[in-house]
Structure formats: structure tokens, C-alpha cells
Nanobody, 121 residues
Framework: QVQLAESGGGSVQAGGSLRLSCAAS?????MAWFRQAPGKEREGVAR????????YYADSVKGRFTLSRDNAKNTLYLQMNSLKPEDTALYYC?????????????????WGQGTQVTVSS
């Protein structure tokens, strides 16, 4: 079992920055951030192979969001810069012990409770 605990959400004005953290209770193969805005499907934002540091980003956040990790702490970070109102969503941390090849929600077995990010114009 893997428990995930997110933190770092909040409210910010457009153009501002936030950093999200996700602490896992043990090491994992893959960690990711997803987000879900009201009335929309949950979508992948960024994911990383924890051992190899290969990262993948959704086109909508490339150049603005950056993943980093601290394997000693089993913690994933998402630095979000140049935030836009359309980034407003509940952000979920996800992890899996075996898979990391796609954005499919089904490929991530473990999920956090989510942390709210609100960007005002």
C-alpha cells in the first residue's frame, strides 16, 4: 500500500506561482499530478519515472510547470509558474509501482485526496 499526502495548494492571482508537494509513504516507480476542474474530466498534468527522472508534461503546462523529486523523502514537487485562470482545479497526486507509460488514470493505482488551486484573473 502507498499513501499519498498532497500539500501546497492555495489561491493566487494570474501570473503568480505555487509549489505543490506530494509525500509518498514508500518508494514508487512512477508519480504524477492530475487535475480536475468543475464539470471536466480529470486530466494528466505531469508525470515522472522516479528512478530515471524522465518527465512528461501536458502541452497546456509545458514551459510553465516543472516537476522535481526527492527520492530520499519519496516526495514529488510541482512548481507552477505563470499561472492562468484555466489552471484552476483540484490537483491530485497519483502513483504506481509498475506503470508510467501513459496518462491513463487506470495506470495509477494510488491517489491522494487532492489539493485545490485557484487562480484569479
Amino acid at each position: 500500500q502507498v499513501q499519498l499526502a498532497e500539500s501546497g495548494g492555495g489561491s493566487v492571482q494570474a501570473g503568480g506561482s505555487l509549489r505543490l508537494s506530494c509525500a509518498a509513504s514508500r518508494s514508487t516507480y512512477c508519480m504524477a499530478w492530475f487535475r480536475q476542474a468543475p464539470g471536466k474530466e480529470r486530466e494528466g498534468v505531469a508525470r515522472i519515472y522516479m528512478d530515471y527522472s524522465h518527465t512528461y508534461y501536458a502541452d497546456s503546462v509545458k514551459g510553465r510547470f516543472t516537476l522535481s523529486r526527492d527520492n530520499a523523502k519519496n516526495t514529488l514537487y510541482l512548481q507552477m509558474n505563470s499561472l492562468k485562470p484555466e489552471d484552476t482545479a483540484l490537483y491530485y497526486c497519483a502513483a504506481d509501482l509498475w506503470r508510467c507509460a501513459s496518462w491513463s488514470k487506470a495506470d495509477f493505482y494510488y491517489w491522494g485526496q487532492g489539493t485545490q488551486v485557484t487562480v484569479s484573473s
